[in-house]
T-cell receptor
Framework: DVKVTQSSRYLVKRTGEKVFLECVQD?????MFWYRQDPGLGLRLIYF???????EKGDIPEGYSVSREKKERFSLILESASTNQTSMYLC?????????????FGPGTRLTVT | GEDVEQSLFLSVREGDSSVINCTYT??????LYWYKQEPGAGLQLLTY?????DMKQDQRLTVLLNKKDKHLSLRIADTQTGDSAIYFC????????FGKGTTLSVSS
């Protein structure tokens, strides 16, 4: 079974702090994604990566950056956390191939910025 | 632009069938997906359908695809309280585009 893990289930940070959210997948998938999920807005893509050291902006990249130094790990960085970044953050991965959009999700990190 | 639309809420009684509807806009989508999210959890892939199919059945789940109308539906037969969750429709365009999710509430 594909396993996608996220470093924390719940996180509370203060405004202005630098925040790291880590995601690790164990199935050698090329593609990795970061989404945020907010009530009434569904899932919105922040960034994705299709290879080590490669990254592409999604729909809402402002205020975020990412790092992919190893194939299995994709980090989301909030350089200076703000209250409007309070959200559920979901990481996903997928392989290349005809079903490359069949994404496997981690359990999510609920981030609260106070 | 690409957009996936779903109704936000559906309420059914235990034992009834549930039908969750979705419309999408990208006619070139090759795959369409249904994901389920239980409270406090990530998304779990339920089923998917390839765009050259009209129907796919998997135990209690039936997916119907009407390409002409760009309409996708998920039918859950004999709905149980454990089916209570948010269901997301998604289409594979330049990236995976999700609908906002339909919250299914099952009462006993």
């Amino acid at each position: 079974d594909v396993k996608v893990t996220q470093s924390s289930r719940y996180l509370v940070k203060r405004t202005g702090e630098k925040v790291f959210l880590e995601c690790v997948q164990d199935m050698d998938h090329e593609n990795m994604f970061w989404y945020r999920q907010d009530p009434g807005l569904g899932l919105r893509l922040i960034y994705f990566s299709y290879d080590v050291k490669m990254k592409e902006k999604g729909d809402i990249p402002e205020g975020y950056s990412v790092s992919r130094e190893k194939k299995e790990r994709f980090s989301l960085i909030l350089e200076s956390a703000s209250t409007n970044q309070t959200s559920m953050y979901l990481c996903a991965s997928s392989p290349w191939g005809t079903s490359s959009y069949e994404q496997y999700f981690g359990p999510g990190t609920r981030l609260t910025v106070t | 632009g690409e957009d996936v639309e779903q109704s936000l809420f559906l309420s059914v009684r235990e034992g009834d069938s549930s039908v969750i509807n979705c419309t999408y806009t990208d006619s070139s989508s090759t795959y369409l997906y249904w994901y389920k999210q239980e409270p406090g959890a990530g998304l779990q892939l339920l089923t998917y359908i390839f765009s050259n199919m009209d129907m796919k059945q998997d135990q209690r789940l039936t997916v119907l695809l009407n390409k002409k109308d760009k309409h996708l539906s998920l039918r859950i037969a004999d709905t149980q309280t454990g089916d209570s969750a948010i269901y997301f429709c998604a289409e594979a365009g330049t990236a995976l585009i999700f609908g906002k999710g339909t919250t299914l509430s099952v009462s006993s």
